[in-house]
């Protein structure tokens, strides 16, 4: 008998993730042993270090997921799903060795997921206590603004996924890293920077936006220069110094910084969306990804939303960034749409959602 | 059910090398599969593992215990070994025995002939080589210290040209490389009647050194459940 639950496994980047939810919404329990700590140290993803901590703490993690689930037999499951892309290989292997090993010795069919998808299917998740709540109304558009990626997608039906846009260089996450680390934030800079940003009082300062014509691209690279150069002015260094420290500049200055730069973010992001949600007569927006949960992002693009008329759907901030509940939520449209795996399943580091 | 009426079944696998290497037995090997995958080791342990338990004429089922090469060596290849053999034990509830896979290569190595002070050498990333001598943890060796490091032992050379060591180096690699399903066995057949059990969970591999530019082993990091 089916029960509706599927078990799924997310290592594409640094956080290890297991999670068991029911009929694609309802979250049962999801787990996550963030690698931050680790990374912090070295300011940034060390693809072997995070490997590594997958491998060490990846039974663990699922040991917890099953208890927690209350899981006394595989069988009472109906399948396994596991992120095979995108993502860095070494991550990516253990997760997938981890859930074909224990589909292929307890039974139970493997269903591949695109993480990016899951980004996007957070926004059907429901809490174990959460009233139930209607389901995102297609067609939709969806934001998804990570560490990794930064794209628009429009989307006619379940699973059906047409890219309408995509950053060319930088993904705004990386670029809330490089530039939190000029500003001598801590890392990861996303939070640190929106922390920042608040004890902006002037707001006089105004960094450039990349439009990329009217097309729904982005671009991160110029403005990550452009930071560069006005940190660079403010602890009155010549034009190109190297070896900036945004550590000595005074916290005032930082916060007016870290203002512009996320207003210059947060302008492209939440115009192209809205843009796009105008345009295509979409009946949801969604928002997904890390940089999802930056609260002035999101208050934009609602404020847009509501001035459209058009419901805006963002996870909590625990489901925009990376776990594997959104695994499960996407592995169940692919469990019941047909999608299977083999015991031969290997990562696909440079998937692609749609072309 | 009785001990005498189910024998024991050991499941051993080897990833550390540019094999992927899997077998069955118990007092004697009853089926090994071995194949030149380089580094796409993912892509046929498990294809592998059922192929040997048809040939040894049993099912998952009938595996009473599990062995894994820990290496040192390539770092894909062991990832993929050691999950797949923590994922089979934690998932069917079976005991798992970690033997450094240079062990059983030097065992097998010494079964073959070759001196008990040889020095097992294995490539270390696309530079750099892992140098084991008996009783001594390996030890990463750089470019051009290898023969200080090797000095006038025997070496045994696992995946490592024969420009570099010598074709004697290479025979006895590959006769260490033949030996290995029956030195692993017999490692793990001793550990385990001493019921010395590893805990699947927490097992890592023999890494030798921490990646280059950190100071600070992933490993020991703890780790509290983030509900999300
Ligand atoms: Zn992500």
Known sequence: MSSGRILAVESSCD???VAVVEGGRRIVTSVVASQV??????????????ARAHLRWMIPVLDEARERAGIGDWSELDAVAVTEGPGLAGSLLVGITMAKTLAWSV????????????HIYAAWLLDPDEDERPAPQFPLVALVVSGGHTFIVEMADHLSYRLLGQTVDDAAGEAFDKVGRLLGLSYPGGPAIMQAATGATAHDRRFPRAWMGDSYDFSFSGLKTAARHAVGEALGLPPNARDLDGADLPEAEVAELAWAFQESVVDVLATKTLRAARELGARTIIMGGGVAANG?????????????G?????PRPGLCTDNAAMIGAAGYLRYHAGTRADRALDARPSLKLAV | MTPAARPDLILALDTSTRRSLVMLGHDSLLAVSRREVRHRHGSHLLEQIDEALVEAGATLDDVTALVVGTGPGSFTGLRVGLATAKTIAYARRLPLVGVMSLDALRRAATSAGAPGDAAVVLPAGAHDHYLALPAEDPVLVAPGGLSDAIGD?????IDVDEAILGADAARWGALALDGLP??????????????DIDDAAAMTPAYVALPRGVARAAEELGWSPDLR
């Open chain 2, 182 to 195: 029956q030195a692993l066995l017999s490692i793990a057949r001793d550990r385990l009647d001493d019921g």
């Open chain 1, 296 to 308: 002035v992002l999101r208050d934009r693009i609602a404020e847009g939303a509501r001035g459209l």
């Open chain 1, 310 to 314: 058009v419901p805006l759907v963002v």
């Open chain 1, 15 to 17: 956080e290890t993730a």
């Open chain 2, 153 to 157: 032992r025997v070496a045994i050379a």
């Open chain 1, 37 to 50: 700590q680790l990374h912090s140290a070295t300011g940034g993803i060390v693809p072997e270090v995070a």
């Open chain 1, 107 to 118: 039974g139970l069919p493997l269903v591949p997921v695109n993480h990016l998808e899951g």
